[in-house]
């Protein structure tokens, strides 16, 4: 069983940046590959970034390629969104996610485990 605990979520202007942490709990987090995922209202939940588990490839949504940036650190058993040059169009709740073994797919079912999800709100 893994808990994600989300924060670093909030309200930023246009052209800014925030940064977004995502907490594991239980063992094996070098087993999980980690998603970012987020959902605007009304809409569906979309994939934003993902990391594997294996050799940390990267897969990112073409919006966000350039200006987002996701990391991860095992000891600390967490993983790092780096949100830079926000628009508003990249306000949402932003979800982490993980998978044992997989790799990084923009599937939400795919995904095991979630957070709860923290807000970005990006001004214009």
């Known amino acids: 069983q893994v808990q994600l605990v989300e924060s670093g979520g909030g309200l930023v202007q246009a052209g800014g940046s925030l940064r977004l942490s995502c907490a594991a709990s239980?063992?094996?987090?070098?087993?999980?590959?980690m998603g970012w995922f987020r959902q605007a209202p009304g809409k569906e939940r979309e994939f934003v970034v993902g990391?594997?588990?294996?050799?940390?490839?990267?897969n990112y949504k073409d919006s966000v390629k350039g200006r987002f940036t996701i990391s991860r650190d095992n000891a600390k058993n967490t993983v790092y969104l780096q949100m830079n040059s926000l628009k508003p169009e990249d306000t949402a709740v932003y979800y982490c996610?993980?998978?044992?073994?997989?790799?990084?797919?923009?599937?939400?079912?795919?995904?095991?485990?979630w957070g709860q999800g923290t807000q970005v709100t990006v001004s214009s």
């Open positions: 239980g063992r094996s987090f070098s087993s999980y590959t």
């Open positions: 996610a993980a998978r044992k073994y997989g790799i990084a797919i923009d599937i939400p079912a795919r995904y095991d485990y």
């Open positions: 990391i594997t588990y294996s050799d940390g490839s990267t």
